[in-house]
T-cell receptor, first 117, second 114 residues
Framework: DAGVTQSPTHLIKTRGQQVTLRCSPKSGHDTVSWYQQALGQGPQFIFQYYEEEERQRGNFPDRFSGHQFPNYSSELNVNALLLGDSALYLC????????????????FGAGSRLTVL | AQSVTQLGSHVSVSEGALVLLRCNYSSSVPPYLFWYVQYPNQGLQLLLK??????LVKGINGFEAEFKKSETSFHLTKPSAHMRDAAEYFC????????????FGTGTRLLVSP
């Protein structure tokens, strides 16, 4: 059973460019969340998608946007890249029908490491 | 807002020694707490979670954590460290507002020497 898959695994961009990261959730999961993990830091919540809509957003600027497709896969887009956007971007999936949602376990992918030069 | 604090960015132990990774939380409501592990070039893997069913929670790979409300702590322990335990460990609290969102600590890197 495939878990969460992300692509690409590594990429290098220059300041001002745009990037798209992709995520396929674990089979049976319908909710996708994105996290940014800067070097030496814990993951920070960017936003969450459910039923193709952004349901919750963290403290990130509008340069960060996303999309969820009918098959539950998701994309994260970042425009006008800054040096500070260099980080590991983690996708996590879960099931809305998992029961007590506060205890829902997120399944993480291996991440996409973005370097902005 | 909920938050967690992990004391010690690095912890070094010898193989076979006790592992203790510290986590303190801040929450205005009874918390859901998690420990995740991250091996190099991999994503986060769930070790264990606390959901109020029992204060002592057993996880994978011999790890366990004890929820202490009076101390607002959720420390992670393992009686005997193995070389394969070397990794980054993250404590997280659920900030549930209709949808699951985790707030992570800054992580503790566990170093295991032979």
């Amino acid at each position: 059973d495939a878990g969460v898959t992300q692509s690409p695994t590594h990429l290098i961009k220059t300041r001002g460019q745009q990037v798209t990261l992709r995520c396929s959730p674990k089979s049976g999961h319908d909710t996708v969340s994105w996290y940014q993990q800067a070097l030496g830091q814990g993951p920070q919540f960017i936003f969450q998608y459910y039923e193709e809509e952004e349901r919750q957003r963290g403290n990130f600027p509008d340069r960060f946007s996303g999309h969820q497709f009918p098959n539950y896969s998701s994309e994260l887009n970042v425009n006008a890249l800054l040096l500070g956007d260099s980080a590991l971007y983690l996708c996590a999936s879960s099931s809305a029908g998992q029961g007590s949602a506060g205890a829902n376990v997120l399944t993480f992918g291996a991440g996409s490491r973005l370097t902005v030069l | 807002a909920q938050s967690v604090t992990q004391l010690g960015s690095h912890v070094s132990v010898s193989e076979g020694a006790l592992v203790l990774l510290r986590c303190n939380y801040s929450s205005s409501v009874p918390p859901y707490l998690f420990w995740y592990v991250q091996y190099p070039n991999q994503g986060l893997q769930l070790l264990l979670k606390y959901t109020s069913a029992a204060t002592l929670v057993k996880g994978i790979n011999g790890f366990e954590a004890e929820f202490k409300k009076s101390e607002t702590s959720f420390h992670l322990t393992k009686p005997s460290a193995h070389m394969r335990d070397a990794a980054e460990y993250f404590c997280a609290v659920s900030e549930y507002t209709g949808f699951q969102k985790l707030v992570f600590g800054t992580g503790t890197r566990l170093l295991v020497s032979p």
